[in-house]
């Protein structure tokens, strides 16, 4: 393992730190603005690193529980993350494109991104939010490609971070200043949301690519409900609605990601009144 220099000026509120590498990303046809370090070749990279300095997410959640965390508040969970400056690198084809240097947490990065696509793509997110907040620059999550064998794209320099974070993580990250997607399928009459019942309903993610959501259903008497007849769901790429009887939504909410839905399967337990949904989810 190399061995990384870490300088402190006590006089300072900044760690300069020097990136430990972790995996490349690469971009192509990005609006680049006029005059960008690196040419206007539409290509761009992202190197992915990590150090020990800059801390964690504030809760060391499983998957399943940060999408629970969001699902009842979108700014409860967040990446800390550090954007370095926009600097050039030589690609393969001996092409000059634009890089930026991105920082997370290192034990994060080891336990979390490079175990699970959730995660990875979760703060793949918050980064190209906050670049484009920084810089300007507009990244697709979705046109990304990792580089195999690759760990850093051009020399990685050096970082300031300060000591004493303004913030505790990223505010404006994953999900958290989206508005309501317009284009919401068949859903014109439902009920308002200040007349939407309890939270009944638990997602998983399972390998990274499926989600598994499952709906406790109870009429007005909080009795089980064990007619699938009685059920009617509607779905589109990030909202689910379970409506009961043509007329009483049951559950109502939004997932933090695409799901496939010409893929999705349900399935019904009537002892347990519980509808099963397993969906392809796209990051």
């Known amino acids: 393992m190399s061995k990384r220099q870490l300088v402190v000026d006590p006089d300072d509120d900044y760690w300069l730190i020097y990136p430990t590498p972790g995996y490349v990303l690469k971009f ?9 370090i690196g040419g206007n070749s539409g290509k761009f990279f992202l190197n992915i690193c990590h150090c020990i300095e800059l801390p964690g997410p504030p809760k060391d959640l499983e998957e399943d529980e940060v999408v629970e965390a ?16 926009i600097d050039e690198a030589v690609d393969n084809q001996g092409e000059i494109a634009p890089k930026i240097d991105i920082l997370v947490n290192s034990d ?20 190209c939010e ?6 300007g620059i507009k990244i697709d999550p979705r ?4 580089l195999k064998n690759k760990k850093v794209m051009g020399e990685l320099g050096p970082q300031q971070v300060r000591k004493k974070p303004r913030k505790v993580y990223a505010e404006d990250g994953y999900l958290g200043n989206e508005e309501m997607p317009s284009n919401i399928v068949d859903v014109d009459d439902l009920e308002a949301e200040s007349s939407r019942k309890p939270r009944n309903y638990r997602v998983q993610i399972l390998d990274g690519t499926y989600a598994q959501i499952q709906i406790k259903v109870k009429d007005e008497q909080e009795k089980p409900v064990q007619d699938l007849k009685r059920l009617s769901l509607k779905m589109n790429d990030d909202r ?8 009483r939504t ?4 939004f997932i933090p990601y695409s799901m496939v839905l010409e893929k999705a ?11 099963t949904v397993k969906c392809p989810i796209l990051w």
């Open 130 to 135: 906050l670049v484009e907040s920084k810089y």
């Open 28 to 36: 192509r046809n990005v609006d680049l603005p006029k005059n960008c």
């Open 108 to 127: 994060f990065f080891n336990k979390r991104m490079k175990e699970s696509e959730f995660f990875r793509q979760m703060a793949l997110v918050i980064i």
């Open 70 to 85: 969001m699902q009842n508040d979108p700014n409860s969970y967040g990446i800390p993350v550090s954007i370095g400056t």
């Open 265 to 275: 399967e349900s399935d019904f337990d009537a002892k347990e009144a519980i509808l």
């Open 250 to 253: 049951v559950a109502d909410f």
């Open 240 to 247: 689910v609605v379970l409506i009961l009887d043509k007329t």
């Open 143 to 146: 046109t990304q490609v990792k």
